[in-house]
């Protein structure tokens, strides 16, 4: 009698390894979306931070005053300012409206100029910045429409100082 050759894998050995590979993908999938939007918003917080030491580093050492494209820009103490307005100090920063929002306005609470953190969109806020009574920088980034900092379906922004303290949200 002739023997067959029965080497190979049964149909029930193989849909159970499909399972276990499906199971994998479902518990592992959420875990890397969650981690890739959370790098996101910790990258544009940490950008915050950045233009906000780089901004206050330019003004002691007196970068602003002697540029002339900056001095028709300068900014008034606790007034926030959108980037659009302020020159070239967006593009001194490197801040590119294809990742940041730089038109639009500032989401205000009140004619005292504290920011209204409820009020941002990514269609009607701009980015900005403001210079505290102690001289030390704020910067307001909201995430441009489909920019390396936009999440899917959700706008971006963070707030930032100098110091590091700030706050960053995806809505």
Do not use: H
């Amino acid at each position: 009698m002739k023997r067959l050759n029965r080497k190979g894998f049964t149909l029930i050995e193989l849909l159970a390894v499909v399972i276990i590979l499906a199971i994998i993908v479902v518990v592992t999938v959420p875990t890397i979306i969650n981690t890739i939007s959370d790098a996101r918003t910790q990258s544009i917080w940490n950008l915050a931070g950045s233009v906000a030491r780089s901004y206050e580093n330019m003004a002691a050492q007196d970068l602003l005053a002697s540029n002339p494209t900056l001095q028709g820009a300068a900014i008034a103490t606790n007034t926030w300012t959108c980037f659009n307005q302020r020159g070239n100090l967006a593009e001194i920063l490197e801040l590119s409206e294809t990742d940041v929002k730089l038109d639009g306005t500032v989401p205000l609470a009140d004619a005292g100029g504290e920011l209204d953190l409820t009020k941002i969109t990514s269609t009607s806020s701009c980015s900005a910045i403001r210079v505290k009574a102690n001289g030390t920088a704020e910067v307001l980034l909201v995430a441009a429409d489909g920019g390396r900092f936009q999440l899917n379906g959700k706008y971006v922004y963070a707030l930032s100082s100098a110091d590091g303290a700030g706050s960053n949200n995806a809505s």
